[in-house]
């Protein structure tokens, strides 16, 4: 059954508005002994506290055009940017998987997902409290999830964890440098807890290619040769959310590549 669209327009809504929250995340979540609660929403720059009419998604940004009302100090493009997405990606979850409990949980992982891409652009790290509670709701979620099982989640989250474990440990043995960080290697294991090991191929396969591609580009940029540190994360995030969306038709290439013939 099509979902309406209003519907659609509400859960985009929705999004949105989650997604200011999310901004508030991924400013605070990296500091310190920081609080995604207290002290209310302010100007990260004057500190002067926000009315509700600087709260608005999307269309605070319009009205006080980029700038802090208070100090006048530009607005960073990514709160209109993160809420955005966060309603895109809100009305194609729904309009995928209609209202339902699978709609839900999913919008749970591509946010929290969201918020790790911008984490670790930021910062190059991806925290613990996002990716361990994530492996564990993603195997309990799997009990619910009639798109997979809980043995697929299970090995997933295993195996997702194990292969960037093996992969990092050779390229330090190699090296005799860290090559991925334990944020990635975890990232991984929620990805595989939550989309199941059939998502693994697919995810490693073209976040490694976009991946390598973007730190050559970074390498010849930068000038810093082998030195060159990209944050993988956001690659990995962003294969898996394709993944979420057109998993059936990967799902199909899969059996026409190892079988080589059309189901």
């Not at 999310?22 to 500091?31: A, F, K, S, T, Y």
């Not at 290697?185 to 199941?196: D, F, N, P, V």
């Not at 050559?216 to 969306?245: D, E, H, N, V």
Request: with cysteine; hydrophobic share 50%.
């Amino acid at each position: 059954m099509q979902t309406e669209p209003a519907f659609l327009l509400l859960a985009a809504l929705f999004g949105t508005i989650i997604g200011s929250f999310l901004n508030v995340v991924i400013l605070r979540l990296p500091e310190e002994n920081g609080s995604i609660v207290y002290p209310a929403s302010h100007c990260p720059k004057c500190l002067n506290p926000l009315s509700w009419y600087e709260n608005l998604p999307i269309l605070s940004y319009i009205i006080l055009r980029g700038k802090c009302s208070h100090c006048h100090i530009s607005i960073s493009l990514q709160y209109p940017v993160v809420e955005t997405l966060s309603g895109l990606l809100a009305a194609a979850i729904c309009y995928k998987f209609n209202f339902s409990i699978q709609a839900g949980a999913y919008f749970l992982l591509a946010a929290a997902l969201l918020v790790i891409i911008f984490i670790d652009i930021h910062h190059q790290i991806i925290p613990d409290i996002i990716s361990l509670p994530g492996i564990i709701l993603g195997f309990l979620f799997s009990f619910l999830n009639s798109n997979v099982t809980w043995q697929s989640s299970l090995i997933g989250l295993l195996l997702g964890g194990g292969v960037l474990y093996t992969i990092a440990f050779l390229y330090s043995l190699l090296r005799k440098q860290d090559g991925m960080g334990g944020g990635d290697i975890k990232l991984l294991a929620m990805i595989g807890a939550w989309l199941g090991w059939q998502s693994l191929p697919f995810v490693i396969l073209i976040s490694s290619a976009t991946g390598s591609v973007v730190g050559l580009i970074a390498m010849r940029w930068q000038k810093k040769g082998g030195s060159t540190r990209i944050p993988f994360g956001p690659f990995l995030s962003c294969s898996a959310l394709i993944y979420l969306f057109y998993s059936e038709r990967i799902l199909y290439f899969y059996h026409l590549y190892i079988t080589g013939q059309w189901p």
